[in-house]
């Protein structure tokens, strides 16, 4: 008898265990349609309680669609597959906002909840409100050595890649050094490395281009605050938009 009671018992606990997990697998899925506009085209997506999603396209962009599998953490969707090879499209994690949004967390575009009554009838805003705000008093204190690093890196990038595939840290780095280098009278930055980097910046024409691929607006200082980056160039740049020698 005490043999067969305890692999009994064991087997019991397993399915119990096995339950449990899908339970909880199950309630963290939803079914919810979320739409908008942006780029000329219309973008639906479809969450379903099986843990699949499905986006559509339609408009400028073309007839798309795009499927695959998801999880939920709090209030984040985490796209399992289907969102590589989409042009950026389609993105990894999405915030829930208030049960009503779905924003991109890389595009930065929101989503509406919607159904068939209100089906495709909401324009897209870049929601740069969900973006942390820096410390207005942060300081990013670097040697001199530091900023030569900084400053080579950046002139090999701007030599060797389009502005638009350059990444946001890469551009956070350039816009750092512009304004460290553009807007100091440290002697140091005269020196011919720093001169080859303003040169590029100046062919690259680089203020003007970096605000086709950012959203911008002016700052207290009169320069152009770039808002997914949250940061400045140009005119007065607050702390954290520039580099401290040391």
Not at 136 to 144: D, I, R
Not at 166 to 176: G, M, T
Request: proline content about 2%; overall charge positive.
């Amino acid at each position: 008898m005490h043999h067969c009671y305890m692999p009994t018992v064991k087997y019991f606990i397993v399915t119990i265990l096995i339950l449990t997990l899908t339970l909880r697998s199950t309630a963290q899925t939803i079914r919810k349609t979320f739409s908008g506009w942006w780029a000329d085209t219309w973008w639906i997506f479809d969450f379903y309680k099986d843990a699949t999603y499905n986006r559509v396209s339609s408009g400028h962009y073309g007839f798309t669609k795009v499927k695959g599998n998801y999880k939920i953490n709090k209030d984040t969707i985490q796209l399992l597959s289907g969102f590589k090879n989409t042009n950026g499209t389609v993105n990894e994690f999405y915030l829930i906002d208030r049960d009503s949004f779905l924003i991109d967390l890389t595009l930065l575009y929101e989503y509406k909840v919607t159904n068939e009554s209100n089906l495709i009838s909401f324009s897209s805003r870049k929601r740069y409100d969900i973006l942390p705000r820096p410390d207005p008093n942060l300081k990013f204190y670097k040697s001199y050595n530091e900023i030569d690093t900084l400053v080579r890196k950046a002139i090999n990038q701007l030599q060797t890649k389009d502005l638009w595939y350059l990444s946001d840290s890469d551009h956070l780095n350039i816009i750092r050094l512009y304004n460290t280098v553009l807007g100091s009278q440290d002697k140091k930055f005269s020196l011919n490395l720093y001169n080859d980097f303003k040169n590029i910046l100046n062919e690259k024409n680089y203020i003007h281009e970096v605000r086709k691929i950012y959203d911008w607006t002016i700052g207290i200082g009169i320069g152009y605050i770039i808002s997914k980056l949250q940061v400045e160039i140009g005119g007065s740049p607050n702390w954290y938009s520039i580099y401290i020698p040391k």
